[in-house]
């Protein structure tokens, strides 16, 4: 419920940020991801949906701290953390999720 309040707040709060060049992209993201969490919640599939959470959102924090080292000019930070957020997001995607 937690993480659906988090994405639902996102979505809202998309029309009150500045427009950005990715808002229709992120839009039909934030509505995707709100789709399968209910999706996930109604059909009584609460554990596959919290697995696959923890598994997507574990490296978001990496592309955070990119992005924060992008608006702060620290173009060496950033490279280095951009690199292991790719790592962690292909491994974790194609090593991790194929075999959970």
């Given amino acids: 419920m937690v993480e659906l309040s988090f994405y639902l ?3 809202f ?3 009150t940020d500045m427009r950005r060049k990715d808002f229709l992209v992120m839009f039909l993201h934030h509505l995707t991801t ?3 969490i209910i999706f996930s919640y109604v059909n ?3 554990r596959v949906g919290t697995m696959l959470m923890c598994l997507h959102d574990a490296v978001d924090v990496l592309m955070e701290a990119a992005k924060m080292a992008n608006y702060a000019k620290c173009q060496t930070l950033y490279n280095f953390l951009f690199a292991v957020f790719a790592i962690l997001f292909i491994s974790s995607r194609l090593g991790v999720f194929p075999v959970w």
């Fill in 9 to 11: 707040s996102l979505l």
């Fill in 13 to 15: 709060s998309q029309f």
């Fill in 34 to 36: 709100i789709s399968l």
């Fill in 44 to 46: 009584n599939m609460v």
